[in-house]
Structures are given as C-alpha cells and as structure tokens.
C-alpha cells in the first residue's frame, strides 16, 4: 500500500510559477511511476506530467509541454512538478497518481494507477 500526499497548491496570478510536491510513504518500492493529473468540475481528468523512473522516461501533457517540469526526489520519495508561465486555465484540482508496469503509452490513463492522492487547488487569476 502507497500513500501520497500532495502540496504547494494555492492561489497565484497568471504569469506566475508554481511548485507542487507529490510525497510517497509506505510500499513505495511498489511503484516506479507517479504523475500528475488535473481536474476541475464537470470536466474529464486531465493528465499533466508524468516520471517513471527505473525507465528514465518522463512525458508531459500537450497543455503543459512547455511550461512544465517533472522531476523526483528519491531519497524523499517526492515526485516534483514545477509549473511556470500560469494561466488561468490552469485552475483545477491537481491529483498526483502512483503505479507500476505502465508504459509510456498508458501513462495518460488514470486507471492503471493503484494510488492516489487527496489532490490540491491550484487556482490561477487573470
């Protein structure tokens, strides 16, 4: 069992940067993937970024590609996304996600991930 918990949302003005942390506790040697996806009401989960460490691979969503960075800590079992140039669209909620055995082809699929977190607000104003 994996825990996650994330932190760093908040409120910024567009333009800004934002740091999110994603920390793992428990059987974190269970998994070799966390990313990061993003939801706000009545809207479809959107994946953002993702890391998969034991493969070196790391892939970012087509509305971040740009402005994103995902990084990890593996001597604090915490997965980085650090996020510049916001803008409003940007304002959801951010959910970090944890797994095993997925590729980089499923990486955008919220189901194959086993762990969640509790998710943090991002809001982003004009």
């Known amino acids: 069992q994996v825990q996650l918990a994330e932190s760093g949302g908040g409120w910024v003005r567009a333009g800004d940067s934002l740091r999110l942390s994603c920390a793992a506790s428990g059987l974190t040697s269970s998994i070799d993937t966390v990313s990061w996806f993003r939801q706000t009401p009545g809207n479809q989960r959107e994946f953002v970024a993702g890391i998969k460490w034991s493969f070196n691979m790391i892939s970012y969503g087509d509305s971040v590609r740009d402005r994103s960075t995902i990084s990890r800590d593996g001597a604090k079992n915490t997965v980085y996304l650090q996020m510049r140039s916001l803008k409003p669209e940007d304002t959801a909620v951010y959910y970090c996600?944890?797994?095993?055995?997925?590729?980089?082809?499923?990486?955008?699929?919220?189901?194959?991930?086993?762990?969640w977190g509790q998710g943090t607000q991002v809001t982003v104003s004009s």
């Open positions: 996600a944890a797994g095993q055995a997925i590729t980089i082809l499923t990486m955008t699929v919220g189901e194959k991930y086993h762990s």
